[in-house]
């Protein structure tokens, strides 16, 4: 006998209210993470998921990028790893474990709102915020760069300074994503070789030169250059015309993963509007449009992000890196 109308929908609020329930059941238990951010800034980040999510207990494993990819490599090739959620600097390594099928693919997250480019077209890790590297001037130097084609010209010989992509990981996927190009290519390099340009070990050594006066130009990551202008130093910083590389600082989801509820609600959370408002406290560009920006970035500063091939990069940056350094002297 067919219920009546009211009593199936009574079974309905019933059955939904069920449904919600078991949802928020399951955002409880364990969560492993797995992160490259630094100590402080993955604790503002746990802390400030946990507020959301308060019956999750998360784990963090916290190292470098190239320590916390070996980690997971040696216990997938064991069997497994107990990692849940993964949040590393670069997308690169993130395709490497796509391609080994070791990631989830959280198809029915909504990427709309977000910057082109930041999540895999997969969906199977998710850009979180921005850091671009661009250009930074001395304010004293006679020229004001906007392009990084600019930078090949006579009159900046002697006069640039850059982190080797030896050592920053941000300098290897700018060297892999322009040398991809055809108006920049390897002609770029080549040609800031040539006009004596000096590879030095990583970002803060590129500030040091600029904001000091030993250079007159750097090649930098954003927020450093112009955190150090807000403090006062004579330097500014420049988003070239032609666009910037971003490391996006990807999570993904572990298709091991055995709490799966809990590892999309951190997913959630990340890019959320208060995931993406403490990226920006944090002091980064959010991944998110329409967001507000750190205070060391002028709002309605154009940002033009140049596409990565994220497959090309994770296939020649070995190549690229070695022609850097035939090229370099070392």
Partial sequence: MPLPKIALGVAAVIYAVGLAGTSAMAQTGDLMLYTSQPDKKAAQTVAAFQEVYPDVNVTIFRSGT???????????????????????ADAANMESLKAGGNLYAYSDFDTS??????????????GTKLITTGIAYNTNASERPTSWAELMGDKYKGQIAMPSPLYSGAAALMLSTIVARDDLGWKFYETLAKNEAVAVRGNGAVLKS???????????VDFMALNEKKKGAPIDFVFPKEGVPAVTEPVAILSSTGNLEAAKAFVDFLLSDKGQELA???GFIPAKEGMKNPDWLPEGTPIKLMPIDTNAVLTNGASDKERFAETFGG
Avoid: N
Avoid at 66 to 88: C, H, N, R
Avoid at 113 to 126: N, P, Q, S
């Fill in 210 to 220: 600029v904001a000091g006066g030993e250079k007159s130009y750097g090649i930098i």
């Fill in 280 to 282: 920006v406290a944090q």
């Fill in 66 to 88: 190239v320590e916390v990819m070996a980690k997971i490599a040696a216990e997938l090739a064991g069997g497994g790893s107990p990692a849940d959620v993964l949040l590393i």
């Fill in 113 to 126: 709102g977000f910057r082109e480019g930041v999540i895999d077209d997969g969906k199977t890790y998710f």
